[in-house]
């Protein structure tokens, strides 16, 4: 009963077989009979009189050859497209499958280069015949047997090489090479390794060569047998048209070329499994069962059936298809379904754990440091701000309302919708500002923590943000020239108070116009400190592990290592960028200034300090020009690359308010270690930066 059940299977199989054959051979016959007997007459270019299948000339018809196997016929020379490079066909052998390439260095250059290859090739780039298994046929148009040959290295050496036989001279200076120019031997089995290679030689090409040489080469052995080129073989490509699909076979004839195909691997999926042995059939067919599954399943994850449409032989089973394609989708989906649930349920969870102890955390921190900021409920916020009625202003921290305490005074209140993971931000803010007492920083009047909700209530600033005084051309109140100079020193004593008149020294490092408040008589108050950092020893160096601040305005140490450690000179850098555009109502980048030197105002300004140039504000007096002109040098020492260089900000206020002549010109502002300038005498406004070394070393 089993043998009749294993010869009904047997049967079938062999049944299901000859109808995909037949089903393949009627759809399919330009296929099989271009592949089987081309009828197309041979192609000739040059010496190669005999172009015929597989290979074929470009410009033959698409039913010629095989395109994988496509020759070029430029200037009567026949030419192959090896991993992107061409190379010069020297001869086909039809008996033995080989066909002979050759570098086109020689036919290029001729005798003036001693014949220097022109394209990279290694043996790594071919599969050798005898490790290619059944699948791998047709993945590559030719196999190469690298055993006893040898690799080629030219190398460029800037001295002379005598110490090593290996390295044979090809010439000094040929080619453009500038050097000496060497040829090295190696097995091609082997890789150059580092300690063999000269000091002082660079790779320049490398090609192979079917060849063992002797002891003592010359350089006109070597050129002939690179000109001889090499063997390839087109051999998977016959095993496939003669023995089917995934079966190896070797020439036995060479005279004829006559293969014999392998039984070796017993490939269950190319019809070749009624030549081998039955514990051999079980175990393709079992492979063959599996394959179905996976195809099946990977037709079901695609949504497409278009490479079961296209079965082979024995390679899809309908039962393992069926299976893969529904049974074990349904399956998995309900297992899997289940798992990511019960995932996701647990994500959750830990996230509110997570959110949970941040709050915490901030609470905690809150309770502990004393602070004198009145702690409000979220519901007081709500009702302070009408409902969040009326909103002032929004920036990548949240939003900021306007809002009225039971006491008639009128608040400002930021409610965060942004901040990191840890709360840090926010604790940053209200530990800073609920410690400061100055005439010239915000005012931190409470703040609210519930749940996820975070809100800062600080004073009203009725006048708003500086930026809208200096950039803006509509502004109904403009300032003039001396309450600018007059602001300039309020923001000056503000952030010198947070350097040097706490117990903490405090870190802005966010100092723009946007976070200058001014109140109703134009009183300045820095604000925001959600990026600000506490730190116990003045002038000392403050670890930070990522830029912060606004770019125009950040200190270069806080990007380039080698500028120097971070400290409380990167707030009077960014003063110095402030003070810069207040002085000349602009900003600083300006890409659509008609001179070249103006596109950075900074320079344009030095460039009139150094040619005694007067700076003249239009509308303006001249004991305003004077005051713009002393802003003006205080802001270009501010902005020093060197942060040594920078003033501390005590002697900024003092230099604001001594006279101008005791100011001297500081060196001219750069954005580099190495920046030099060139002036361009035909041109006097024009002024060129050239770097040296334009990258940086390390990112902070």
Avoid at 82 to 99: G, N, P, T
Avoid at 495 to 500: C, D, F, K
């Amino acid at each position: 009963m089993e043998n009749e059940g294993w010869n009904r299977c047997s049967c079938s199989a062999r049944t299901l077989v000859s109808i995909m054959a037949t089903i393949i051979l009627l759809f399919q016959p330009d296929y099989c009979i271009a592949k089987r007997q081309p009828p197309c007459p041979p192609s000739s270019c040059g010496q190669i009189r005999n172009i015929s299948y597989p290979f074929r000339l470009k410009g033959d018809p698409n039913r010629c050859g095989d395109p994988r196997y496509e020759l070029d016929c430029v200037n009567n020379a026949t030419l192959l497209t090896l991993f992107s490079a061409k190379y010069h066909v020297r001869d086909i052998d039809y008996e033995r499958y080989k066909v002979v390439v050759s570098d086109p260095g020689r036919e290029e250059e001729g005798a003036n280069c001693s014949f220097i290859p022109r394209n990279f090739l290694t043996d790594s780039n071919f599969r050798p015949t005898g490790l290619v298994g059944p699948d791998d046929f047709g993945s590559q148009p030719f196999t190469w047997e690298p055993w006893d040959t040898f690799r080629i290295g030219y190398f460029n050496c800037v001295n002379p090489v005598s110490d090593d036989p290996r390295y044979v001279e090809v010439g000094r200076g040929e080619c453009g090479s500038g050097g000496h120019v060497y040829a090295v031997l190696e097995p091609s089995l082997y890789e150059w390794r580092v300690k063999d290679i000269k000091v002082g030689c660079v790779l320049m090409v490398a090609t192979v060569v079917d060849w063992t040489p002797k002891e003592n080469v010359s350089y006109d052995e070597i050129r002939g047998v690179i000109s001889e080129g090499i063997r390839l073989s087109w051999l998977p490509v016959i095993c496939e048209d003669r023995c089917g699909r995934g079966t190896d076979c070797k020439v036995i004839n060479e005279s004829k070329g006559e293969v014999e195909c392998e039984k070796h691997y017993c490939h269950y999926a190319y019809q070749t499994t009624d030549k081998c042995e039955p514990w051999q059939q079980i175990f393709g067919y079992i492979r063959a069962y599996l394959r179905g599954v996976i195809f099946g399943i990977g037709s079901r994850i695609t949504f497409s059936t278009k490479q079961l449409d296209n079965a082979v032989g024995l390679q899809f089973f309908d039962g393992g298809i069926f299976i893969g394609r529904n049974i074990i989708p349904i399956f998995l989906v309900a297992r899997y379904l289940f798992g990511v649930v019960l995932i996701l349920l647990l994500f959750i969870y830990k996230w509110r754990r997570r959110h949970f102890s941040i709050y915490e955390n901030i609470e905690n921190f809150l309770l502990d440091s004393h602070l004198n900021p009145i702690r409000y409920e979220y519901k007081e916020i709500k009702k302070m701000t009408g409902g969040f009625r009326v909103k002032l202003g929004q920036g990548g921290f949240g939003v900021v309302y306007k809002g009225k305490l039971r006491s008639g005074l009128d608040v400002a209140v930021k409610m965060l919708t942004k901040s990191n993971d840890n709360g840090q931000d926010f604790m940053n803010e209200v530990a800073t500002i609920g410690r400061i007492h100055h005439v010239n920083v915000v005012r931190l009047i409470g703040y609210c923590v519930d749940g996820k909700k975070r809100a800062l209530v600080y004073e009203f600033m009725s006048n708003g943000s500086l930026d809208k005084y200096i950039f803006s051309k509509e502004e109904s109140t403009p300032l003039s020239y001396e309450k600018i100079y007059e602001i300039s020193i309020g923001i000056a004593g503000g952030i010198a108070y947070l350097h040097q008149g706490c117990d903490m020294q405090i870190l802005h490092f966010d100092i723009k116009p946007h976070n200058i408040l001014l109140d109703d008589n134009f009183v300045p108050k820095v604000s925001d400190f959600g990026l600000a950092k506490l730190h116990a020893t003045i002038d000392g160096v403050v670890n930070i592990t990522a830029p912060r601040g606004t770019l125009g305005y950040m200190a270069p140490e806080l990007f380039y290592k080698n500028m120097g450690g971070v400290s409380y000179k990167a707030d009077v850098y960014s003063f110095g960028m402030l003070l810069m555009e207040m002085a000349s109502k602009r900003r600083n980048s300006n890409p659509q200034a008609e001179n070249s030197s103006q596109h950075y105002f900074p320079f344009w300004i030095y460039d009139q300090f150094q040619e005694d140039k007067n700076i003249d504000i239009r509308d303006a007096s001249e004991d305003d020009n004077i005051l713009v002109q002393k802003m003006f040098l205080v802001a270009l020492w501010c902005i020093q690359l060197n942060p040594s260089d920078r003033p501390s900000m005590n002697k900024v206020i003092e230099m604001l308010e001594g006279m101008i002549e005791s100011i001297e010109l500081p060196p001219r502002p750069s954005f580099y270690k190495n920046e030099t300038y060139r002036r361009d005498d035909t041109n006097p406004g024009f002024t060129e930066s050239i770097y040296s070394d334009s990258q940086p070393d390390e990112r902070v």
